[in-house]
Structure formats: C-alpha cells, structure tokens
C-alpha cells in the first residue's frame, strides 16, 4: 500500500469520526437540554449567539450563518422562539429589508438556566476524552478547517448576490 493511500485512508477515516462523534454527542446533548429543561438544542444555539453579539441582537442573516441553519429554517425557529417570549423581530430602521433578532429577559433567563446542563453534557461527552495537548491541536485542525469553510461559504454567498 503506497503512502498516499495510506494517507487518504487516515484523513477519510478522521473524517468519519468527525461525523460520528458529532452525531453521536449533539444528539446527546439534544436529549438532555430536551428532559431536563424542555429546550431544543437548536433554541439554546440560537440563545447563545443572540447573548454573545452585541447589543443581544443580530440581523437574520448573520443568525442563521452563525446556527448554521438555513434562513428558512431559522425563520420558522425565530417565530416559535417569539411565540415563547424568548426573542423578539424588529425591522432594522437602516434598511427596511432587514430584520433584527433580539433575546429578552425571559430568553437569557431561559439560557442561565439551561447552560449548567449543557456544558455538563459538554464536558462528559466531548472534553473529558481531552488532555491539554489534545485539545490545543484539536482546536487549532477544527478552526483551520472552520475558518477556510467560512471563507468559501462566504465567497460563494457574495458570488450569488446574496
């Protein structure tokens, strides 16, 4: 067997496993988030990005890239989401097309209630098979590979017109 096989055979095989474990440990946490707090992982997601940005609101646009759902999908979410008094939608005085997503009260209470369990879940499915040095060489190959998707997703949005 020549080194190129050999090779490819390891990167396809790290591939699968990428998608295995992910697979495997979101379902997990899903479950727990959904028996434990009643809250859809996708929902915690959408909390999480909305209370990092600035000003606890981004533009739909940037929400769904940030999820990694499709503008549809995150639309019919963000409008459960409203139902629940989680999030609310505002027209974006600077542009009439645009549409912000902004977390309330109820929704960071929501999330400081459901983080605990997740990052639990986090640390018993994913990071407790981590040392230091595995973890350092894991984030540095995921955010390479991350970064370079971004950047091609982004070019093939702006190529569309998007």
């Known amino acids: 067997m020549d080194d190129a096989r050999v090779m490819g055979d390891l990167r396809m095989a790290a ?11 979101t379902a997990l946490l899903e479950e727990d988030l959904q028996r434990e707090r009643g809250l859809p992982l996708a929902w915690y997601d959408v909390l999480v990005q909305l209370e990092e940005a600035e000003g606890h609101r981004l533009r739909m646009t940037e929400l ?24 609310t939608r505002c027209s974006d005085d600077a542009d009439r097309r645009g549409r ?18 997740h990052l639990r879940g986090v640390r018993r499915y994913f990071t407790s098979e981590l ?10 190959v995921l955010g ?12 093939r949005e702006r ?3 998007r």
């Not at 040392?131 to 540095?140: H, M």
């Not at 590979?145 to 982004?154: F, M, N, Q, S």
């Open 131 to 140: 040392d230091e040095e595995g973890a350092g060489l894991l984030a540095d």
């Open 100 to 117: 912000w997503v902004e977390l309330t009260a109820a929704g960071l209470e929501r999330l400081r209630d459901a983080a605990p369990r």
């Open 159 to 161: 190529r569309r017109g």
């Open 64 to 87: 769904a890239r940030r999820v990694l759902i499709s503008k549809s999908g995150l639309t019919r979410l963000v409008d459960r989401m409203a139902g629940e008094g989680l999030v």
């Open 15 to 25: 591939w699968r496993a990428f998608l295995e474990a992910h697979a495997h440990v």
């Open 144 to 155: 390479r590979i991350a970064r370079k998707a971004a950047a091609e997703r982004l070019e």
